[in-house]
C-alpha cells in the first residue's frame, strides 16, 4: 500500500471516529496516537476533499414560517431555523436533544458564515463565545479564502473546552487556510483594574483593532444557570452567578450581562471582561447563534438589546421565543 493511501485511510478513520463515532477530537488523538491538532487539520481536509459533506434542510414550510414571524416580530433582517425535534415542549430538555439542536444549528450558521466568506477581497470574522458558535467552526466546510482572519471577541477561557473562541478561531482558520487572531488575556479578571490594565497591553490592543475592523459578529449567548458554559467553565463562581440573578441578569453575551429588557444590569464583572466593548457590538452587523430551548428567556432579552441583526435558532426554542 503506498504512502499516500496510508494517509487517506488515517483520514477516513479521523473522520469517521469524529462525525460517526461522535468521538472528541482529544479521544480520536488518543485512539490514533496522533495530536489534537492534526487531527482538526484531517476533519479540516477531509470536509474541503468531499470526504465528508455535512448540510441540513431546513427551509421546510414551517422553519420559513418561524423565521418569518422572528424576523417582523424582533425587526431582525434575517433569521433561520433548523427543524424540530421535539413532540413536548412540556418535557424538560436533555442533553441529548441539547447537542442535536447545537449540531443543526451550528451547521446552519456555517451556511451563512460561508455566504459572508464568498465575497471578493479580505473578510475579518469576529468570533464570540459559546458551544453553539463551536460548532458552527465544527461544520464549516468547503471554503478556501486565504484573504480571511478570524478574531476572538473575548478573552479566553483557563483550560480546553469546545465553547473557547481561541479553539474555535483556529479550527475556522484552518478550514478556509486564514488567519486566527485572539485576545492574550482571560475571560474574566479579578477586578476592573487589572482588566483596565490588560485591556491597555500593546498585543491586546492589536487584537481589538482586528476585531473592529470585522465585517460581522458570530456570538452565543448564556443563560446564566449552573449549566450555563460560564458557570460550568469556572468562569463565574456560585456567589457571583447567585448575585447577577438578583440584579436581573437573565443573558450574557461578549462579556455583558443583560436583563429581560435587554439593558445592562449593575455588576461590575461588565468592566472585568477582555472583550469588545457594547459600542462595538452596536457598529457591528451580529449574528446570534443560539441552540436548546433553556435559552428561550436568554434569547429574548438578547434579542432586546438591539444589538442582533440575524439569528440561528433552533426550531424548538424558535416556538418558545416567536
Request: net charge negative; glycine share 8%.
Amino acid at each position: 500500500m503506498s504512502e499516500t493511501s496510508k494517509d487517506d485511510d488515517l483520514l477516513v478513520r479521523v473522520a469517521w471516529l469524529y462525525h460517526v463515532g461522535g468521538q472528541s477530537q482529544e479521544e480520536v488523538g488518543n485512539a490514533l496516537g496522533i495530536s489534537r491538532f492534526r487531527v482538526t487539520r484531517m476533519l479540516s481536509e477531509a470536509r474541503e476533499r468531499g470526504i465528508v459533506r455535512i448540510s441540513i434542510e431546513h427551509e421546510t414550510t414551517q422553519t420559513l414560517r418561524e423565521a418569518d414571524r422572528l424576523v417582523s416580530g424582533y425587526g431582525l433582517k434575517e433569521c433561520i431555523v433548523t427543524p424540530p425535534q421535539v413532540v413536548d415542549h412540556a418535557l424538560p430538555p436533555t442533553e441529548a436533544e441539547d447537542d442535536i439542536a447545537r449540531r443543526a444549528v451550528g451547521i446552519a450558521a456555517a451556511g451563512l458564515l460561508a455566504r459572508k466568506l464568498s465575497v471578493d477581497g479580505p473578510v475579518t470574522i469576529g468570533i464570540g463565545l459559546g458551544r453553539t458558535v463551536s460548532r458552527m467552526a465544527d461544520a464549516l466546510s468547503g471554503i478556501r479564502k486565504k484573504d480571511t482572519r478570524f478574531v476572538a471577541l473575548v478573552g479566553s477561557l483557563t483550560r480546553t473546552a469546545k465553547a473557547n473562541p481561541f479553539d474555535a478561531c483556529i479550527r475556522l482558520a484552518a478550514a478556509c487556510g486564514g488567519e486566527a487572531h485572539f485576545f492574550a488575556a482571560p475571560y474574566i479578571v479579578d477586578s476592573e483594574r487589572d482588566c483596565e490594565v490588560i485591556m491597555n497591553q500593546r498585543i491586546v490592543r492589536e487584537t481589538l483593532e482586528v476585531a473592529r475592523a470585522a465585517d460581522v459578529y458570530f456570538v452565543g449567548c448564556g443563560e446564566l444557570t449552573e449549566g450555563s458554559t460560564l458557570f460550568s467553565s469556572g468562569l463565574v463562581t456560585r456567589e457571583e452567578l447567585a448575585a447577577l440573578r438578583a440584579a436581573g441578569a437573565i443573558a450574557d453575551s461578549t462579556g455583558k450581562f443583560f436583563d429581560a429588557r435587554g439593558r445592562l444590569v449593575p455588576t461590575d464583572l461588565n468592566y472585568r471582561t477582555a472583550a469588545v466593548s457594547l459600542d462595538d457590538l452596536m457598529k457591528h452587523e451580529v449574528v446570534l447563534v443560539a441552540a436548546g430551548r433553556q435559552k428561550a428567556d436568554a434569547v429574548r432579552a438578547m434579542l432586546a438589546t438591539g444589538i442582533i441583526d440575524r439569528l440561528v435558532v433552533d426550531g424548538d426554542l424558535a416556538q418558545l421565543i416567536a
